[in-house]
């Protein structure tokens, strides 16, 4: 099966305060959050398909993270603050690149810093559904590499994500298991490539 998940869109907020709205719940997260980890289910709708995967993710800020796929394939990607690591266990392939501590093009470099959001995207509340409260951004520069964020907050818990990539392609990312106080081992964010595959650099 061709993957659709690539660096630029694999990667992955939200908190609600009682009435407060969806940007003031979005401060209070960034302000009260250095970790945090979960599970998730992530769909990407193309012109021609849809195809959806799930697993987990740890993230410990400022710029450390750790996503890791588990169906319908396995693939893990991490952060160490320097370098990110795509590793397709399937093609025995890693990929390696300069992580970019701005938003960058991913979902992971949003929640792994703070200000990565507000800096890059102009945010407005996006209105309610279902008990969760939106919040939109929008980019600030026309080269940026999503049309539009979408973040959903239901309570105090992460919700979900909704992005739309510059050639039209929607993901969706949905939260499950969230924990804001986790405990991370110290090998958590490291990354070396397993002998016998190759390494590709960008």
């Known amino acids: ?42 769909t990407v709708k193309s012109k021609k398909k849809t195809q959806s995967a799930s697993g987990s993710f740890q993230i410990r800020r400022p710029g450390l993270f750790r996503w890791e796929y588990t169906k319908p394939y396995k693939q893990t990607i991490v952060g160490d603050g320097k370098t990110i690591w795509l590793y397709d266990i399937d093609l025995k392939q890693v990929t ?8 960058g093009d991913s979902p992971a470099a949003i929640l792994s810093n703070k200000t990565a ?13 279902d008990g969760i409260d939106y919040v939109l ?3 600030k520069k026309n080269n940026a590499g999503y049309q539009y964020i979408r973040i959903g907050f239901k309570g105090s818990a992460l919700s979900n994500m909704q992005l739309k990539d510059s050639f039209g392609n929607q993901t969706t990312i949905q939260f499950s298991n969230l924990n804001n106080k986790p405990s991370f081992s110290g090998n958590t964010f ?7 595959v190759d390494v590709l650099s960008n």
């Open 190 to 196: 490291t990354f070396t490539p397993p002998k016998g």
């Open 96 to 103: 390696k690149s300069n992580q970019n501590q701005t938003i």
């Open 137 to 139: 951004a929008t980019p």
């Open 117 to 129: 959001l507000e800096s890059s995207y102009a945010l407005k509340e996006d209105g309610s559904s």
């Open 1 to 42: 099966m061709k993957k659709l998940f690539t660096a630029a869109t694999i990667f992955s907020l939200s908190i609600g305060a009682a009435h407060a709205g969806a940007i003031d719940a979005l401060k209070q997260f960034n302000n009260d959050s250095d970790g945090i980890s979960g599970n998730f289910t992530q």
